[in-house]
Every structure is written in structure tokens, then in C-alpha cells.
């Protein structure tokens, strides 16, 4: 399997120039090294309908080009309970009963960060465990054997964030978000993530998970995000963000993408122009402020 880049949007409405900023950024860094371009919906968790069918469109009038069809991840769970079973068989799992309010309020480790999990549930008996489950449904957590995990990232250097014992499955049966990404990743041979710098503090937890189900580490590039002039991250809140409201304001898809673009210090007459100027190392560092319209 040839290696490949990949944008992964939530299917929770339309995507807005700062979600738009990112597919350019990760089409660029994937084209511009040989590697394949995948869509896969993240649609585990929201999908609003007609959501997906919006933000295909509007990548499509972007220039972004895929190749392969569109993966959904509600399409791929036996992938992922074949790995929560691999990982329990390791002993490598726990069941945890503990709400979100539960854990916000429980003593943390030392030096953790907030919301980290304390293990609460980590050394139950067995009297514990099914008085527990006689109560409520368990999430899945990962048995976790170190407390943080070094990463590298294309941008941001090296990077070493905590690891907690984090949740694998929910207590509703959905799989969490950092098993999926990395059971996604492999098995669509995506060995090159771009996204939001947001998403970096996760990224060592889904690194430290990768190894232990023996699946290769991507190269990781995480990109600055676009903020209101506030300095918060763009929301549709801010107005006329997404490219049907800058269209309904007389601002045409190209416009957009040429704005992106410049934004990045590329040309922004075509994809194809900005691709034959693109190199990592002299993209901007810190966040765009949209200028609004």
C-alpha cells in the first residue's frame, strides 16, 4: 500500500475557512511529497444530515482533489473491537464507571493536567466491579504503562505530552476518538497527519497506542488555526465563515481559496501554483487572523 496524507472532518455542519485552511494545508503536504490524499468522515460521534454532502461539495470547489472513495467511520467497528480485544488480551484494558462530573472533581495525580483520568477505576475487586455494572454500563479505558510519550512533529519539533489512562470505548458502546484515528490511520496506510495544532497535546496518547498494537507512527504536522480577531478560535459564530455565507456576500469559492492561500505566503491563483511554491519549513507559525468580511 503506497503511503498517504488525509483530511478527516466531523460531519457536524459545514466547514468553516479555518476547517478549509487545514484540508489545503494537508492536501498541499501530501501531494508535494508523492503520497496519496484520503477523505475519511469522522462520523462516530455528530453527524448532522446532509453534513457530509456540504463539506464534499465545498472541498470539491476549493480544487481539493481525493483519491479512492470516502471511508465513514461508522462503517469500520469489527477494526475497532478487533483492537480493544487485542489490547485486553495484553491486559492492557479496564472497565471504567466513572462520570465526567466524577472525574472533574476527583483528586489528580501530581503534575497531571486537568482532566486526566486518576485510575479510579483501575484496581476494582471483583465484589466492586459487579456491584458497578449493576449500576451503570462501563467505558473501555487503556491500562496505561507510562506516563507521557515523545512525539515528533513537522512544526512543532519534539514534543513530549502526558498519558493518561484514557477511554478506548464509551459507556454508549461508541469508540472514542483516539483508538479510531489510530486504527483509521493504519489500515488506510496514512503514514503523513496534518491538522490543527489543537490536536497535538492528544497526539503522544494515540503515538504510545499505535505501539502497542504494533502500528507505525505517522509523520505528524500540526498547523496553526485560524482565530476570530479576539484571538479565539474561529467559530460560525464570527459570522460569515463558511463558503455558502462569504458566497451569499458576493465572495466566490476562488476568492476564498485565494485568501487561504495568501494567508500561507503561497500564490494564490490555483492549487496547482500554490503547490509548485509549497515548503513546510516556511509556512507561517502562528494563528491567521480572519479579516472578516
Known sequence: MT????????PSGE???GNLRTALLAWLFARSTGRRFLLR????????????????RDLAALGVTWDGAVVRQTDREPLYTAAITELAAAGLT????????????????????????????RELSTAELEF??????????????????????????????????????????????????????ADQGIDQVVRGDDL??????????????HMPVPEYAHVPLVVNSDGARLAKRDGA???????????????????????????GESLESALEAFDPAALPREPWVWPGV
Not at 494515540?206 to 498494537?213: E, G, R, T, V
Open 15 to 17: 466547514l468553516h475557512v
Open 241 to 267: 465563515v463558511t463558503l455558502g455565507d462569504l458566497a451569499a456576500v458576493g465572495i466566490p469559492a476562488g476568492a476564498v481559496r485565494r485568501m487561504i492561500l495568501e494567508s500561507l505566503g503561497l500564490p
Open 3 to 10: 503511503s498517504a496524507g488525509r483530511f478527516a472532518p466531523s
Open 132 to 185: 458497578k455494572r449493576s449500576a451503570r454500563p462501563a467505558a473501555i479505558r487503556l491500562r496505561s504503562t507510562v506516563a507521557e510519550w515523545p512525539v515528533q512533529d513537522t512544526l512543532h519539533g519534539a514534543y513530549t505530552g502526558v498519558v493518561d489512562d484514557f477511554v478506548l470505548r464509551r459507556n454508549d458502546g461508541v469508540t472514542a476518538y483516539n483508538l479510531a484515528v489510530v486504527v483509521d490511520d
Open 200 to 213: 497535538l497535546p492528544s497526539t503522544p496518547r494515540q503515538a504510545y497506542l499505535a505501539s502497542l498494537l
Open 41 to 56: 468522515v469522522e462520523d462516530l460521534d455528530r453527524a448532522r444530515a446532509g453534513a457530509e454532502a456540504e463539506q464534499l
Open 94 to 121: 479496564y472497565e471504567c464507571f466513572c462520570t465526567r462530573r466524577e472525574i472533574q472533581e476527583a483528586p489528580s495525580a501530581p503534575h497531571a493536567p486537568q482532566g486526566a483520568y486518576p485510575g479510579t477505576c
